[in-house]
């Protein structure tokens, strides 16, 4: 059998990494093959340089970075890791080496440089509350969206059972069984919160998982119940939900790292679980669920009132607004409302509203790309970020198209309005899961309202094109301009009238 080209990139890497045991994870961006070390002082990174087909070394701390081109970063890590016993890490999406791709102006490249630049500067504890939020949610969203679809699946089945359109006895079971799928997700939903909780704020993982856990009462007896010690009523399993869960994790990771502090390496190993277990467990029960299940009920009950009331005009607002949230990352706070009113009404009636921003957003740069169209370079950015903005992904249009436009923002905002307020003009027109937008979400509409959903869909398409059309669109953007020739680093079309 023939040796590949990165087989043998990998080979000799493998010679100068200082051992198997060296390597913690091994993973890849588009042109660089990244390896964790344990000891970074064994690599030898002077015989590294001089393997064939490494075009750079770059260390940061216990990481070291290989250059060697696109398609080969892939296929060497993976190379790497079959060779150190490692498993190979999910890839990067980024390129740190532009020189090394096409000329043509990246959409990608654009992107990251824009969402830097708008991004730089704004850290505030806020934001980092936020980026915590997304890093326990975002493992999750896969899931979400799998046990969704299901539990939509199920529920049309059930509504053809109920309307005489399929047999009780033949269907029943296959609604039993999706259901039984879908609740794999959302009956233990606090639990999986609870550990990637406990993995972002520094706790033990299994902790956070028993201290979720706890909020389900699973072991108190129904018939002498545990009582809410600021209102005398009975506790109920789930109160607090994943607010709660989240703020108990938090907790726990403050009390296990102070025990540990004072407990014996020797006794850690029984002394510490245990006393953060009773501590945290304690204060969840009879403090943190009674005052996040207030929390919780009254954030749910408060939306779902203003959309109630408020109809056409509060769907504007909210899809209007926004694109300003993500375009500051701090949308990502909104996770545990959508999850709290999912597990207290099936649905959040919040999503779908919002995902009308992006679909503003791609009706203006739909009316970009018809006045641009001598604007090479930036209609084939929009060519490349349209697809993803249609299902849902909305960062590649916002920062490499509408945001560096300026008026095409703001018109893309109204486009968003527009469609919310069609959204909210309906009324109870929810998704069963979080994760997708746009086109991405019909699926995910509950109780059949997903007709509804693709006329806001369209509103808001309809509203961005001809706002942007007729006042969003600058003169400086219609200017003619050509693709870089190839060999040269990507340029930003935009960056003359930024």
């Given amino acids: 059998m023939n040796t590949t080209k990165e087989q043998l990139i990998a080979k000799e890497i493998y010679k100068h990494m200082g051992g198997k045991d060296n390597t913690t994870d091994i993973y890849n961006c588009m042109t660089r093959v990244r390896i964790d070390f344990v000891d970074p002082s064994v690599v030898d990174e002077v015989e590294l340089k001089k393997v064939e087909g490494v075009m750079g070394v770059v260390q940061d701390g216990n990481n070291l970075q290989v250059v060697v081109g696109p398609g080969t970063a892939s296929k060497v890590a993976t190379e790497l890791a079959s060779m150190s016993g490692s498993v190979k890490g999910a890839a990067v999406d980024e390129n740190l080496d532009p020189e090394l791709t096409s000329g043509r102006a990246s959409?990608?490249?654009?992107?990251?440089?824009?969402?830097?630049?708008?991004?730089k500067g704004n850290d505030n504890a806020f934001k980092r509350i936020t980026r915590s939020i997304a890093s326990i949610f975002v493992p999750l969203i896969p899931a979400f969206v799998g046990a969704g679809i299901i539990g939509g699946i199920a529920s049309i089945f059930q509504n053809m059972i109920t309307a005489g359109q399929l047999d009780a006895a033949t269907w029943g079971h296959a609604v039993d069984i999706l259901n039984i799928i879908k609740n794999g997700l959302f009956g233990y939903l606090n639990i999986y919160v609870g550990i990637n909780a406990a993995k972002v704020f520094g706790a033990t993982q299994g902790l956070g998982g028993v201290i979720a856990g706890i909020i389900y009462l699973s072991g108190m007896n129904p018939e002498n119940p545990l009582m809410n010690i600021f209102t005398g009523e009975p506790l109920l399993a789930g109160?607090?939900?994943?607010?709660?869960?989240?703020?108990?994790v938090f907790i726990l990771s403050y009390v296990e790292k102070a025990v540990r502090k004072v407990i014996p390496d020797a006794l850690d190993i029984i002394f510490t679980p245990t006393?953060?277990?009773?501590?945290?467990?304690?204060?969840?029960?009879?403090?943190?669920?009674?005052?996040?299940?207030?929390?919780?009920?009254?954030?749910?009950?408060?939306?779902?009132?203003?959309?109630?009331?408020?109809?056409?005009?509060?769907?504007?607002i909210l899809g209007a607004f926004f694109l300003p949230l993500v375009m500051f990352g701090l949308h990502q706070v909104l996770?545990?409302?959508?999850?709290?009113?999912?597990?207290?009404?099936?649905q959040t009636n919040l999503l779908p509203i919002l995902a009308m921003a992006g679909a503003g957003q791609v009706g203006a740069a739909i009316a970009v790309w018809m006045k641009a169209r001598e604007n090479k370079q930036l209609t084939n950015m929009i060519k490349g970020a349209l697809p993803v903005g249609i299902l849902g992904i909305g960062e590649p249009l916002i920062y490499a198209v509408t945001l560096p436009l300026g008026r095409t923002f703001i018109t893309a905002c109204i486009g968003g309005g527009i469609g919310g307020a069609v959204i909210g003009f309906f009324g109870s027109v929810g998704a069963t899961a979080i994760g997708p937008s746009g086109v991405a979400l019909i699926p995910l509409i509950a109780n059949n309202m997903w007709l509804q959903y693709v006329i806001g869909l369209i509103a808001a398409y309809i509203g961005g094109f001809v706002v942007t059309y007729f006042f969003g669109v600058p003169k400086s953007a219609m200017e003619p301009t050509e693709l870089q020739g190839s060999g040269s680093q990507a340029q930003d079309p935009l960056a003359d009238f930024n």
């Avoid at 959409?107 to 991004?119: A, G, S, V």
């Avoid at 009950?301 to 109809?311: A, H, Y």
């Avoid at 996770?335 to 207290?344: A, F, G, L, R, V």
């Fill in 275 to 316: 006393i953060a277990l009773l501590v945290v467990g304690l204060l969840t029960i009879f403090v943190i669920m009674p005052v996040a299940g207030v929390i919780s009920s009254s954030l749910v009950g408060s939306i779902n009132w203003v959309l109630d009331i408020g109809g056409a005009f509060s769907g504007f």
């Fill in 335 to 346: 996770t545990p409302i959508h999850i709290e009113m999912i597990s207290s009404t099936g």
């Fill in 107 to 119: 959409t990608e490249q654009i992107t990251k440089k824009n969402k830097e630049k708008y991004k």
């Fill in 239 to 248: 109160q607090g939900g994943i607010i709660g869960v989240i703020f108990a």
